[in-house]
């Protein structure tokens, strides 16, 4: 599957169900996309996030697992695909909580300032990541030690993130 389904119906459910398409995860990427608008309605923005915040964490905690034989390969591909899902899950509670309850006007600004947020996720998440890696390594560790390391401290920034969303994102009024 592409990411034209979720196009097709973005034109029909709005910002909240569509979406690029771009993800190495395709098939989950366009399911997750689709029932988007759903799975909002249904649950609320703040559960849908947290949720997508727990499951990346325990997707990503699960790599923790993985040697280096052949064998982790399915462990690899199951979590990776979870992980993508819940990421999904994310990453829409986001953009659905950073831009809701805003007048048009403000819209642009709000999502531009929660795409500089992500952006700035990535460009910091990625050397610190990589920091951890080598400090796993450090005193003769391996470099499968060294990445275990950075995937559960990862996995624990995201389970954070995931608490404090819950804390704090506020529920709407009725």
Sequence with gaps: MTG?????????????????????LPAADAEQC??????????????????GFAIQAA????????GDDRGSLALLLVATFIGGVGNMLAIV??????????ADSEQGLAT??????????????????????TAGMAGG??????VSAAIL??????????????LFLRRPAN
């Design 112 to 133: 531009g300032l929660a795409t500089m947020t992500q952006q700035i996720g990535i460009t910091m998440g990625i050397p610190i990541m990589s920091a951890v890696t």
């Design 153 to 166: 401290v990862n996995a624990a920034l995201v389970l954070t993130g995931a608490v404090l969303a819950w």
């Design 59 to 66: 997707a990503t905690a699960s790599l923790f697992l993985l």
């Design 4 to 24: 034209a389904r979720p196009l097709t119906r973005a034109a029909a459910g709005g910002a909240v169900t569509g979406h690029s398409g771009a993800s190495p």
């Design 93 to 102: 509670g986001f953009m659905v909580a950073a831009t809701s309850g805003l």
């Design 34 to 51: 689709i029932d988007q608008g759903r799975n909002h309605d249904q649950c609320g923005i703040r559960t849908v996030l947290t949720t």
């Design 141 to 146: 560790g391996t470099v499968l030690e060294g």
